[in-house]
């Protein structure tokens, strides 16, 4: 605590917080202009500067810090004096354009010149000679507007950890370049058009434009990635005109591409609008009641004759909670089966298995802000700035600032790689080794936290005698790594006071990937990093509401909560009126089989898009042609509602209410900025419409009805109100009761250790290239493929391939080729890429006209194939 | 008795005679002042390009909340509204949109005739304000005369 006196008031502060601080919490007003709070002070506007007692000169109080005792002036005729004087200067080659300035109305030196009342300048300076304007995509950067403050430079560097921007030149010359001087290309978060204080750096999208004044911002979520970062759509006429942030939130006011510029899929002209009713084998918009009665018929019809059990739906992570639970309840009360399920069971639903039978949770372990203070982190599988960069931020800023040790295991080269202090380049689908290869390394060092595992895990001693039983050699075979770096990253880990083990879809997605997970989480135990702050377990996965999604209980096993029919069927009973089916319901898989042996007779299809989400993609559209009767409800005509004999069309995220439940179980409220274009209605409505054509109506009149139900019948959202979730939302975490019987009365449990062969393809003279395929980096799902404005990073997909390869086949950057394994084939411009090793290509499954999955035959994310140049 | 009939007489000669102040509307019409505050006009450049810049001032400044306009920017980052509307329903001819136009781009025109059929035709769009107002009824009287 340091107290001091800032204009006559007593101010108490934290040790070590800087004048500025001091003052802003005291209510005290310092003007600022380089001065930016995610980012170390620059102190070269000189714009803050303050008296204090006992020291001859004015210092700048953004960076001074607050001692006990001292007294601060920060308002006299001599510092007003030198303010004017700073902002004169600024004035003499400042372009007064601000009625055709982007920054004009929230633009930091407008608002001091007019606080300040500074009305012009006397300084005789000529304007700056005109730079012609960088061509940059989505971002502008205009010279003459630029005062040279490097808010932009720094919230790059330091926060986003991209350093794409740099200061070029000095005196009249300096200005904002790239590092090497060409057009940008960076992470394109947007970050350096939030931080300018002037217009110098601005939105390209927003060429539409409309005053800051004008713009109504409305707090919403950004529903792209699992990270659920908090966002403000802002909103003029019907229409979304640009994001901004407000730094107050979980997320600090970061977004990244996909929040910033990819919003734009919202008013995509391929949004439905009307139903759908397939007639003569096209798709024909038709009223609301007729698509209703004409699906209610139908179902019926298909329930009476062959029974519920021959329909079957799927949902997906584009829905929200009250989406996904009024899905369910549609079909487990309306329609009569358990035959629910959602992409999760090819990704998610493996890892949460894995670590409810280790460590009895559902999901992250920690907040990712913890991730922050950690001492190691082991980023395993996962390129962060594909899958969720809100994550990458956190590691980069923890790496730098915080002195943690990264260490990135991964097939490809990632954007981690330059802040980790190893990286282990290990071979595609070895992530499960590694860890194995770890543990027996922590466990021959004596690195392991033995008081941890003695008392609070069972099932050490078995698991040991299994690990054993590995032997190193294979470990390294397979992995491609080397000793000497297996044993250093096992030290890193298992010497750090805190570790934390972050691991996504390279492992989420893999057919073993229950086995990968479960060793992960092993690893985690056997170092002690579970149950404590700092620490932990985080899978990551790309797709935005998947965790909401498995809490909403779409999947046969579970009812919503994750409560067992035979202890909860009473609860849903009383609440629902309605009775539960006692049917076991299908997975994904066996509603492939279903549909072509013909048991499966109708699919109800919302939001998902099998199609292009699936695995083994394939399959499942020449068993959609078999269904009798598909109805899609959907934003946009996907590959999979092309299919679909009737179409809803349904709300995106800006136009409906709802909770979205983000990857560290944070439940966030969606606001509505927009009425729904056209006839579109909220997934819930579409679902309650159609439970009222058949006559069975599930009650629901709001979105907030949902949410109440869900209060009443899913034990961690008990109690929950729909304005607790106002601002950053609530955490609320699934734990499962510690010390069932998995566990042996203790909290924690080690996994058995199972190894898989390597997945051998006997065509591999054939076919010999290994493709992984994964996730565009600035393309989330499939849905911001509608997005024009990241259409413009990436139009798209790519296939991307290892430069020895690339010579060896003679292919250079944009040469088709079509790629083909025993599954089927696309075409594909190729990419050379560094970031990839011989024998692998990628293949980004973001594209619904690429279809990468289509090759892939089980559920795996590699398979082998062949390339061939297109002519 | 006569003699206040002569008075009243002699007074109504006397305007009888003087110089007429009504006005034969709409074939006569009074001189209006330069400063009058009639119909808007968007002003243009020389070129025919419109001078306004769509800053919004003029629909922020405005008290009845008349001016609706879509801005849109050009490649090289030139502002010009897509569409500006003006609902003379509700335009209480205040000036303020005039006063407060950075670009002189907004006048307002001596025209105060401005009647019509429909509330719908009311409200001017672009292309009608970037046109000098027409002088209407007197023209088409003269016509029909």
Same mark, same amino acid.
Request: hydrophobic fraction near 40%.
């Given at each position: 605590?340091?107290?001091?006196?800032?204009?006559?008031?007593?101010?108490?502060?934290?040790?070590?917080?800087?004048?500025?601080?001091?003052?802003?919490?005291?209510?005290?007003?310092?003007?600022?202009?380089?001065?930016?709070?995610?980012?170390?002070?620059?102190?070269?506007?000189?714009?803050?500067?303050?008296?204090?007692?006992?020291?001859?000169?004015?210092?700048?109080?953004?960076?001074?810090?607050?001692?006990?005792?001292?007294?601060?002036?920060?308002?006299?005729?001599?510092?007003?004096?030198?303010?004017?004087?700073?902002?004169?200067?600024?004035?003499?080659?400042?372009?007064?354009?601000?009625?055709?300035?982007?920054?004009?109305?929230?633009?930091?030196?407008?608002?001091?010149?007019?606080?300040?009342?500074?009305?012009?300048?006397?300084?005789?300076?000529?304007?700056?000679?005109?730079?012609?304007?960088?061509?940059?995509?989505?971002?502008?950067?205009?010279?003459?507007?630029?005062?040279?403050?490097?808010?932009?430079?720094?919230?790059?560097?330091?926060?986003?950890?991209?350093?794409?921007?740099?200061?070029?030149?000095?005196?009249?010359?300096?200005?904002?370049?790239?590092?090497?001087?060409?057009?940008?290309?960076?992470?394109?978060?947007?970050?350096?058009?939030?931080?300018?204080?002037?217009?110098?750096?601005?939105?390209?999208?927003?060429?539409?434009?409309?005053?800051?004044?004008?713009?109504?911002?409305?707090?919403?979520?950004?529903?792209?990635?699992?990270?659920?970062?908090?966002?403000?759509?802002?909103?003029?006429?019907?229409?979304?005109?640009?994001?901004?942030?407000?730094?107050?939130?979980?997320?600090?006011?970061?977004?990244?591409?996909?929040?910033?510029?990819?919003?734009?899929?919202?008013?995509?002209?391929?949004?439905?609008?009307?139903?759908?009713?397939?007639?003569?084998?096209?798709?024909?918009?038709?009223?609301?009641?007729?698509?209703?009665?004409?699906?209610?018929?139908?179902?019926?019809?298909?329930?009476?004759?062959?029974?519920?059990?021959?329909?079957?739906?799927?949902?997906?992570?584009?829905?929200?909670?009250?989406?996904?639970?009024?899905?369910?309840?549609?079909?487990?009360?309306?329609?009569?089966?358990?035959?629910?399920?959602?992409?999760?069971?090819?990704?998610?639903?493996?890892?949460?298995?894995?670590?409810?039978? $280790?460590?009895?949770?559902?999901?992250?372990?920690?907040?990712?802000?913890?991730?922050?203070?950690?001492?190691?982190?082991?980023?395993?599988?996962?390129?962060?700035?594909?899958?969720?960069?809100?994550?990458?931020?956190?590691?980069?800023?923890?790496?730098?600032?915080?002195?943690?040790?990264?260490?990135?295991?991964?097939?490809?080269?990632?954007?981690?790689?330059?802040?980790?202090?190893?990286?282990?380049?290990?071979?595609?689908?070895?992530?499960?080794?590694?860890?194995?290869?770890?543990?027996?390394?922590?466990?021959?060092?004596?690195?392991?936290? $033995?008081?941890?595992?003695?008392?609070?895990?069972?099932?050490?001693?078995?698991?040991?005698?299994?690990?054993?039983?590995?032997?190193?050699?294979?470990?390294?075979?397979?992995?491609?790594?080397?000793?000497?770096?297996?044993?250093?990253?096992?030290?890193?880990?298992?010497?750090?006071?805190?570790?934390?083990?972050?691991?996504?879809?390279?492992?989420?997605?893999?057919?073993?990937?229950?086995?990968?997970?479960?060793?992960?989480?092993?690893?985690?135990?056997?170092?002690?990093?579970?149950?404590?702050?700092?620490?932990?377990?985080?899978?990551?996965?790309?797709?935005?509401?998947?965790?909401?999604?498995?809490?909403?209980?779409?999947?046969?096993?579970?009812?919503?909560?994750?409560?067992?029919?035979?202890?909860?069927?009473?609860?849903?009973?009383?609440?629902?009126?309605?009775?539960?089916?006692?049917?076991?319901?299908?997975?994904?898989?066996?509603?492939?089989?279903?549909?072509?042996?013909?048991?499966?007779?109708?699919?109800?299809?919302?939001?998902?898009?099998?199609?292009?989400?699936?695995?083994?993609?394939?399959?499942?559209?020449?068993?959609?042609?078999?269904?009798?009767?598909?109805?899609?409800?959907?934003?946009?005509?996907?590959?999979?509602?092309?299919?679909?004999?009737?179409?809803?069309?349904?709300?995106?995220?800006?136009?409906?209410?709802?909770?979205?439940?983000?990857?560290?179980?944070?439940?966030?409220?969606?606001?509505?900025?927009?009425?729904?274009?056209?006839?579109?209605?909220?997934?819930?409505?579409?679902?309650?419409?159609?439970?009222?054509?058949?006559?069975?109506?599930?009650?629901?009149?709001?979105?907030?009805?949902?949410?109440?139900?869900?209060?009443?019948?899913?034990?961690?959202?008990?109690?929950?109100?729909?304005?607790?979730?106002?601002?950053?939302?609530?955490?609320?975490?699934?734990?499962?009761?510690?010390?069932?019987?998995?566990?042996?009365?203790?909290?924690?449990?080690?996994?058995?250790?199972?190894?898989?062969?390597?997945?051998?393809?006997?065509?591999?003279?054939?076919?010999?290239?290994?493709?992984?395929?994964?996730?565009?980096?600035?393309?989330?799902?499939?849905?911001?493929?509608?997005?024009?404005?990241?259409?413009?990073?990436?139009?798209?997909?790519?296939?991307?391939?290892?430069?020895?390869?690339?010579?060896?086949?003679?292919?250079?950057?944009?040469?088709?080729?079509?790629?083909?394994?025993?599954?089927?084939?696309?075409?594909?411009?190729?990419?050379?890429?560094?970031?990839?090793?011989?024998?692998?290509?990628?293949?980004?499954?973001?594209?619904?006209?690429?279809?990468?999955?289509?090759?892939?035959?089980?559920?795996?994310?590699?398979?082998?194939?062949?390339?061939?140049?297109?002519? | 008795?006569?003699?206040?009939?002569?008075?009243?007489?002699?007074?109504?000669?006397?305007?009888?005679?003087?110089?007429?102040?009504?006005?034969?509307?709409?074939?006569?019409?009074?001189?209006?002042?330069?400063?009058?505050?009639?119909?808007?006009?968007?002003?243009?450049?020389?070129?025919?390009?419109?001078?306004?810049?769509?800053?919004?001032?003029?629909?922020?400044?405005?008290?009845?909340?008349?001016?609706?306009?879509?801005?849109?920017?050009?490649?090289?980052?030139?502002?010009?509204?897509?569409?500006?509307?003006?609902?003379?329903?509700?335009?209480?001819?205040?000036?303020?949109?005039?006063?407060?136009?950075?670009?002189?781009?907004?006048?307002?025109?001596?025209?105060?005739?401005?009647?019509?059929?429909?509330?719908?035709?009311?409200?001017?769009?672009?292309?009608?304000?970037?046109?000098?107002?027409?002088?209407?009824?007197?023209?088409?009287?003269?016509?029909?005369?």
């Amino acid at each position: 605590m340091a107290l001091l006196t800032i204009d006559d008031t007593e101010v108490s502060t934290t040790e070590g917080s800087t004048i500025l601080e001091a003052a802003t919490q005291a209510g005290i007003w310092i003007p600022t202009l380089c001065y930016y709070p995610k980012i170390s002070p620059s102190d070269s506007c000189r714009m803050c500067i303050v008296e204090i007692d006992g020291y001859d000169r004015p210092m700048t109080s953004c960076n001074t810090v607050a001692v006990d005792g001292m007294r601060v002036r920060t308002d006299t005729p001599e510092l007003r004096v030198m303010r004017e004087e700073v902002m004169k200067l600024i004035l003499a080659d400042h372009p007064l354009e601000c009625p055709t300035c982007p920054a004009g109305g929230e633009c930091d030196i407008q608002n001091l010149t007019y606080r300040l009342g500074i009305y012009g300048t006397d300084v005789p300076l000529q304007p700056r000679a005109s730079i012609p304007t960088p061509n940059w995509s989505l971002i502008e950067y205009n010279q003459s507007l630029c005062i040279t403050c490097l808010r932009c430079v720094k919230v790059c560097h330091e926060v986003i950890g991209a350093s794409a921007l740099i200061l070029r030149g000095v005196g009249y010359d300096a200005r904002i370049d790239t590092r090497d001087g060409g057009p940008l290309w960076c992470d394109f978060c947007g970050e350096c058009v939030e931080a300018c204080p002037s217009g110098a750096m601005s939105n390209k999208v927003f060429r539409r434009w409309a005053r800051s004044w004008e713009l109504r911002k409305v707090s919403t979520v950004c529903p792209l990635c699992s990270a659920g970062c908090r966002m403000e759509l802002n909103v003029k006429d019907g229409q979304v005109f640009r994001v901004t942030t407000d730094m107050d939130t979980h997320n600090k006011g970061t977004l990244c591409v996909g929040g910033r510029f990819g919003f734009d899929f919202i008013h995509s002209e391929d949004r439905l609008l009307t139903p759908l009713i397939r007639s003569n084998g096209e798709l024909k918009p038709v009223s609301w009641e007729e698509a209703t009665h004409f699906a209610a018929d139908r179902l019926k019809n298909i329930i009476s004759k062959s029974g519920p059990e021959s329909v079957a739906g799927l949902a997906s992570a584009r829905l929200t909670n009250e989406d996904c639970y009024a899905f369910q309840k549609f079909f487990r009360s309306v329609v009569g089966a358990n035959n629910v399920d959602s992409e999760a069971r090819f990704s998610f639903l493996r890892v949460q298995r894995a670590l409810e039978l $280790t460590c009895g949770i559902k999901g992250a372990t920690n907040t990712l802000g913890e991730l922050l203070q950690t001492g190691a982190i082991l980023v395993v599988g996962i390129d962060p700035l594909e899958e969720t960069p809100a994550l990458g931020w956190k590691i980069k800023t923890a790496a730098r600032r915080y002195d943690s040790n990264v260490i990135v295991a991964n097939s490809r080269g990632t954007s981690l790689d330059q802040f980790a202090r190893l990286r282990l380049r290990i071979r595609p689908y070895s992530e499960s080794e590694l860890a194995l290869g770890m543990m027996k390394v922590i466990l021959d060092q004596e690195l392991w936290d $033995t008081k941890f595992v003695r008392g609070q895990t069972t099932h050490f001693l078995p698991m040991k005698g299994l690990l054993d039983k590995v032997p190193m050699r294979a470990i390294l075979r397979r992995t491609g790594v080397s000793e000497e770096d297996l044993v250093s990253a096992a030290r890193i880990i298992g010497e750090a006071q805190n570790a934390a083990i972050i691991f996504g879809g390279d492992v989420i997605l893999q057919e073993t990937g229950l086995q990968c997970a479960m060793n992960l989480a092993n690893l985690a135990l056997l170092t002690g990093n579970m149950g404590r702050p700092n620490a932990g377990i985080y899978p990551i996965f790309e797709k935005g509401n998947i965790v909401g999604l498995c809490d909403m209980g779409v999947m046969p096993e579970y009812l919503p909560g994750y409560q067992n029919a035979a202890e909860a069927r009473n609860l849903f009973e009383s609440v629902w009126r309605t009775g539960l089916p006692f049917t076991r319901g299908l997975t994904v898989p066996e509603m492939v089989v279903g549909l072509e042996n013909g048991r499966v007779r109708a699919l109800y299809m919302a939001g998902a898009d099998p199609l292009t989400d699936y695995p083994n993609a394939g399959r499942f559209a020449s068993a959609i042609g078999r269904a009798e009767f598909v109805i899609a409800q959907d934003i946009f005509l996907s590959p999979t509602a092309q299919k679909a004999h009737v179409v809803f069309p349904a709300a995106s995220f800006a136009e409906k209410e709802g909770t979205l439940t983000n990857i560290e179980h944070r439940i966030q409220k969606l606001n509505p900025a927009l009425q729904p274009p056209g006839e579109a209605r909220p997934d819930w409505s579409i679902l309650e419409e159609v439970a009222r054509a058949m006559g069975k109506p599930m009650g629901y009149f709001t979105a907030a009805d949902v949410f109440r139900e869900m209060t009443l019948t899913i034990p961690f959202y008990r109690g929950l109100r729909r304005r607790d979730l106002e601002g950053d939302g609530r955490l609320a975490h699934p734990f499962t009761d510690t010390g069932d019987r998995l566990r042996g009365g203790k909290p924690y449990a080690f996994a058995p250790v199972r190894t898989s062969e390597s997945p051998t393809d006997p065509d591999s003279t054939e076919y010999p290239f290994e493709m992984i395929v994964g996730r565009e980096m600035f393309h989330f799902g499939s849905t911001s493929t509608r997005s024009a404005n990241l259409r413009l990073l990436t139009p798209r997909g790519e296939l991307e391939i290892s430069p020895e390869d690339a010579d060896f086949l003679g292919l250079a950057d944009g040469d088709e080729v079509t790629v083909s394994s025993r599954g089927g084939s696309f075409s594909a411009p190729v990419k050379v890429s560094a970031t990839i090793p011989k024998g692998i290509v990628f293949a980004p499954t973001n594209f619904p006209d690429m279809g990468a999955y289509r090759l892939l035959q089980e559920n795996t994310t590699v398979c082998n194939v062949k390339l061939v140049r297109r002519t | 008795m006569i003699i206040p009939l002569l008075k009243g007489l002699k007074l109504t000669l006397k305007y009888f005679f003087s110089k007429k102040i009504t006005l034969r509307y709409p074939e006569e019409k009074w001189p209006v002042a330069p400063r009058w505050r009639g119909r808007h006009v968007l002003t243009v450049y020389p070129t025919g390009k419109i001078r306004c810049v769509a800053c919004m001032l003029c629909a922020t400044v405005c008290p009845a909340e008349c001016i609706k306009i879509v801005a849109a920017a050009e490649p090289d980052n030139r502002k010009y509204p897509e569409s500006y509307e003006l609902d003379l329903g509700r335009c209480i001819f205040c000036g303020h949109c005039v006063d407060v136009c950075p670009r002189q781009a907004i006048e307002m025109s001596t025209v105060y005739e401005l009647s019509e059929y429909s509330r719908e035709s009311l409200i001017l769009d672009k292309e009608t304000l970037m046109k000098p107002p027409a002088e209407r009824y007197v023209s088409e009287k003269r016509k029909a005369g």
